[in-house]
């Protein structure tokens, strides 16, 4: 096997009460890759469509992701080659449905195939971190963790990396409103408070604590009731126009919760089977008509399998 | 039925990760109490061993979480009388292992029994944090709800009071060293600082929901690597001497994780298993021994049941 074909979806992270550790895997959405290996060492980014973004392998993420793990990988396998790498991307940038994590987490999902599998899941997302870095300034696993282990993801802590896979129910769909608009990242941390009151802090943990025990128990009622955020929401809606609306329409329709994905400026709503899931999708997109502003919306089932071969 | 006596379990709030969240229940250690049905209507403490506590129904939180309960009760069932209540203390007050919550759980629960159960174990919790309100000023249930639940439990929130019960491994044991000094629980929450930092938080947010994970899948490493507490601890440990010795030897003698009970000052370790919890027991108590300190130890086993007929 030379050459292969790779899946590499969107992900949502944080999911109100999980800011920074929590994030999911979704299925209708994704970047395509193809991987190869070739004679001439070294990566290089053979083509890019669907994004401008830099061919120059250490300028893109799925290019820093693709050597963190070849730099590791010299010392477990043979490696007398060198891999091209195709991004066709279809997650917009900046969307915060983790455009970024898909390449890197498909480009180190993919040489892992090619090499024969030498690490393993929880492996890859420590490689697909350095990539991420390259996006956003700093290590984190939020969106990558979801995107190469599938399903709901929990960062436990960063030294080192624990990535906890948490089972979840099978009939959990996630319906994404993407508002074609611009969140700069630099804004979007602005707004954050570097402290926070302690009894804020300690809401958030029940509701942490809650969602993980719901996913565990197959239990929707307590899954809708823990996805909320009193920290980072109330901060960052104000980026998102219309946010409040969009929230409350899919509540009212049925959703178990709704917020903010990642950073923004994407809007999810989390819901219990696919005719509840398409019902919501009608009221938010119907609630955003009237900003004037173009937005995409997905329905997508959570992914428990991730990043994939096609 | 006119007449039991019930096991009144000790509790171990917090837990490190679960700060105002979490608790577990005991079952080496508890206080005992006879609730008795008699024809006068009313709540009256008959006797008090073990400990100087008011009789006064009103001033005593056995007494007031028994009223709590009959207040609303006399809408479900017919109460043509009224309860004696005697409790006798094992559990010390202001130990740090839930003494106050022990008579409150127990006077719920075994009015609840004499009246037929027209309440659900969950429902008593809401009673029960009546009675600890008296204790601590305002209603908390990280220590009630696992003394009448059972297990580990986790408070998702209070408005309204949702307490979910968090399936645990069987072979979990708590080791407690009780030194005999006081901690005023005005001292324990002057040391808290009412804002803390956001990646703080954080920290402490993947830490709960890696010690939920984990006790959900028998996880035992990740349960001990999630055992962690980087917000109240580094503030609190300055009120129990000798703190970092004992939580060391109790970790450098295979404890999961160790920490402080509730506001303290006793001081927990986790174990897997009771072979190493008695090592671990042996090694807390000699590293206490050169304070000067008096104290107790407790070894037990988690007690999934909770408060109890005897």
Chains 1, 2 share one sequence.
């Not at 891999?83 to 983790?98: L, R, W």
């Not at 899941?121 to 696993?141: N, Q």
């Amino acid at each position: 096997m030379n050459e292969i074909k790779i899946f590499c979806p969107a992900t949502i992270a944080n999911l109100n009460c999980g800011f920074d550790v929590m994030g999911l895997c979704l299925e209708g959405i994704g970047d395509e890759m193809i991987i190869r290996k070739v004679a001439e060492k070294g990566i290089r980014i053979t083509k890019i469509t669907g994004a401008d973004l830099p061919l120059e392998t250490e300028k893109n993420v799925a290019g820093v992701a693709a050597l963190a793990i070849c730099k590791d990988a010299i010392n477990r396998v043979a490696m007398e080659h060198g891999f091209e790498i195709e991004i066709h991307k279809k997650i917009k940038a900046g969307s915060g449905i983790g455009s970024s994590s898909a390449s890197a987490a498909g480009a180190v999902f993919g040489i892992n195939e090619l090499l024969g599998k030498p690490y393993t899941k929880h492996e890859l997302v420590d490689f697909a971190m350095k990539g991420e870095a390259l996006a956003s300034g700093c290590e984190h696993a939020d969106n990558v963790a979801p995107c190469v282990l599938g399903g709901f993801t929990l960062v436990r802590g960063y030294n080192p990396l624990d990535v906890i896979k948490i089972k979840s129910p099978t009939d959990l769909y996630a319906v994404v409103l993407h508002p074609h608009i611009e969140v700069k990242t630099s804004d979007a941390r602005a707004v954050l408070k570097p402290t926070i009151p302690l009894k804020d802090a300690i809401t958030q943990c029940g509701n942490l604590g809650g969602l993980i025990a719901g996913l565990y128990t197959n239990d929707y009622e307590l899954i809708g009731r823990s996805l909320q955020d009193v920290i980072i929401e109330p901060m960052r809606k104000q980026l998102i126009p219309n946010f409040d609306a969009v929230k409350n329409s899919a509540l009212a329709n049925g959703a178990l919760g709704a917020g903010i994905s990642g950073a923004g400026p994407s809007i999810f709503a989390l819901c219990k089977g696919q005719t509840i899931a398409e019902k919501v999708a009608i009221s938010m997109s119907n609630s955003y008509q009237n900003t004037g502003i173009p937005f995409d919306m997905h329905i997508s089932k959570v992914n428990d399998e991730g990043v994939k071969i096609l």
